[in-house]
């Protein structure tokens, strides 16, 4: 057994950070979800895989973060997602849409978090009079299903009544689009290390497998252990692959569960589009030597930080995506990738900026140009998010990749 003694004690937050303390409820959910992981990890034997962990803190029922009631999303939530920074979000992307949504054509929304992107979406297709037969929103949270029925119940009767919710993929593939916003990215994922003079060794050994252990005082902490055969396996096609070989020393993330993801969604679609958004970047970039340390992050109360044992079941936590891999996967399952870009050049190739040429007045076109800069500068959303757009028998050019074409860092 591989341990890391070094991170043996409980992970503290940079001192730069100040995290808000728990409240009542809070501390009872921290306890109770504790207790419940030091459990599991002695029934498993001491130790949980990092993608085992991941599925208890985030979609436990009653205790994991996407399944307790605790808010997520906005000013009283964790972070801030793209619909709920402007209704230009949902409005560009219901241009980008609307050519494909003929008669009978579909939606379907995963993940749907707040709703916002639902109803600004479904306005915005209204008014292009390229509204679909029939929204659904597939959403694995009860909590926010109630959430997305209060916004969806503030749209007109003739919006409200096109929205439905599912609990799985549809059993009949559907004409139209599947849309995922921060989905991709809230998989969990497995760590890994890669050791001292085994890096490129054969399978089931040079690399480690980060996982979950009990440490000293009942905290949770790190602990390695070596790679199982078919992590090892793909960890040496991952390294393989690169301009620069994993070398001793890098540790980073690796999400196998995109591939049958992908694989879901395309038997989902007979036709159309799948468009994701997620913050990542294609295999060469994210796995490039000078990121040695991965991109492991964790939110709560918009406080960004490196701890994945703060707080279970109370804090997000996700890993940029790997682009690449969702390439590789698309194409596997027989779609095209037809457009990748940065949420910036989507935006701006949607027409953003008809849409603030059309705002009312003075007043809402200056809100709207605040909002759009921070959908679309370098250093907020616009270059760190990226578009990937997977097609099945769609001829059409997508507007929203006609300013640029990352295809060639996949």
């Known amino acids: 057994m591989w341990l890391d003694h070094s991170l043996l004690k409980l992970m503290t937050v940079p001192p730069a950070i100040t995290i808000p303390p728990l409240d009542a409820a809070q501390r009872e959910q921290l306890a109770a979800t504790t207790a419940a ?31 307790a009631g605790a808010a997520k999303f906005g000013a009283a939530g ?20 609307a050519p494909l949504l003929v008669a009978g054509a579909e939606v379907l929304e995963l ?28 959403e694995v949270s009860a909590d926010l299903r109630e959430r997305q029925r209060a916004r969806i119940a503030t749209l007109p009767d003739a919006l409200r009544a096109r929205v439905h919710w599912l609990e799985a993929l549809p059993a009949r593939p559907l004409r139209g689009v599947v849309l995922a916003n921060e989905v991709a990215d809230a998989l969990p994922f497995q760590c890994f290390a890669v050791t001292a003079g085994e890096a490129r060794g054969r399978a089931g050994h040079g690399y480690l497998e980060r996982g979950v252990a009990v440490g000293v005082g009942g905290a949770l902490c ?64 994210l796995y490039h030597p000078q990121r040695d340390s991965g991109t492991l992050r964790c939110h709560y109360r918009h406080r960004a930080h490196d701890d994945p044992f703060l707080y279970p079941g109370l804090q997000d936590i996700s890993a940029w995506v790997d682009f690449t891999r969702l390439a590789e996967a698309a194409s596997d399952a027989g779609l095209e990738v037809a457009g990748y870009c940065t949420q910036a050049a989507f ?19 200056a809100r709207l140009a605040a909002q759009a800069r921070e959908l679309l500068m370098p250093g907020e959303m616009g270059e760190t998010f990226k578009v990937m757009a997977l097609t099945r028998a ?6 929203g990749f006609t300013h640029q074409d990352l295809r060639r860092l996949l």
């Open 37 to 67: 992981l030091q459990t599991l990890i002695a029934v498993r034997g001491g130790w949980l895989p990092f993608d085992e962990y991941l599925q208890q803190v985030l979609y436990a029922p009653g205790l994991g973060y996407y399944s």
């Open 78 to 97: 964790d972070f801030v997602t793209a619909p709920e920074i402007s209704p230009l979000f949902g409005a560009c992307i219901a241009r980008q849409c």
């Open 111 to 138: 993940g749907a978090g707040s709703g916002a992107l639902a109803a600004a979406l479904l306005a915005s297709l209204a008014r292009l009079e390229a509204l679909p037969q029939r929204y659904y929103i597939l």
């Open 222 to 285: 790190w602990e390695q252990r070596p790679a199982g055969a078919a992590l090892a396996r793909e960890l040496q096609r991952l390294s393989d692959s690169l301009a620069a070989p994993f070398a001793p020393g890098f540790q980073s993330e690796l999400c196998m569960r995109l591939n049958p993801w992908i694989a879901g969604l395309s038997a989902a679609l007979e036709s159309g589009m799948i468009l994701l958004f997620d913050y990542g970047l294609g295999r060469g970039e």
């Open 347 to 365: 935006l701006l190739g949607s027409g953003v900026e008809l849409e603030l040429a059309e705002a009312p007045d003075a007043g809402a076109r």
């Open 394 to 399: 769609v001829d059409a050019a997508l507007a």
